[in-house]
């Protein structure tokens, strides 16, 4: 899959839940986890026994000014919000990064405001951050990954993607690729 994402959450203040999210963020392929104005100790990590952060690059934001991301990166807010997209219907951007708001609460204002995107979980109620977190990852990865569509009836195998097909390289400069099989041609059998 093309692209990077990475995962975190305004104001965090319970290290379960911290754990069991940078765990499963750590599962799903996370390129980095964070955390923005979190009211915990990252050095306590309960529940991650992957130990995600001694794998994956995590940042610890002390203000929503304060957070950068890469460039080109999207911020994608994940908030029960009336503006934002239902989850099954949103495309995910290559480069984003999920936050999610803390535990009893929403995003900050301030937070909202700096993000690209905003989805929701199409939920009756707010969810255990660290389960939105994972149905956010498991979104992304069925949506940009490369799998089989699923079969047509319950108990029926999946038909297996074909090889990729690749063609030609397409040289951007006139004259390289000829240069090439020249130079190519020129060698010796036991060269190549």
Not at 2 to 28: D, Q, T, W
Not at 74 to 93: K, T
Not at 96 to 108: D, F, P, Q
Not at 126 to 146: E, F, K, P, Q
Request: proline residues 8%; aromatic residues 8%; charged residues 25%.
């Amino acid at each position: 899959m093309r692209g990077y994402f990475g995962i975190g959450v305004e104001g965090l203040s319970k290290p379960m839940n911290a754990g069991n999210l940078f765990r499963s963020a750590h599962a799903f392929g996370a390129h980095f986890s964070f955390t923005v104005a979190a009211a915990f100790d990252p050095d306590v990590l309960k529940a991650d026994t992957s130990a995600a952060n001694a794998q994956v690059p995590f940042y610890a934001f002390d203000s929503v000014e304060s957070m950068r991301l890469p460039s080109g990166c999207a911020l994608v807010g994940v908030e029960l919000h009336d503006e934002a997209d239902d989850l099954p219907s949103f495309r995910h951007p290559r480069q984003a990064a999920y936050v999610l708001g803390m535990e009893r609460g929403s995003l900050s204002p301030d937070l909202v405001e700096c993000c690209d995107h905003l989805v929701k979980i199409p939920t009756k109620f707010s969810l255990n951050v660290a389960t939105a977190g994972a149905i956010v990852m498991y979104d992304r990865i069925i949506s940009l990954g490369r799998f089989a569509e699923r079969p047509v009836s319950p108990g029926q195998k999946a038909e297996p993607l074909p090889e990729p097909v690749f063609g030609e390289p397409v040289w951007k400069k006139k004259g390289i690729r000829r240069r090439r099989l020249e130079r190519a041609e020129l060698r010796e059998p036991n060269d190549r």
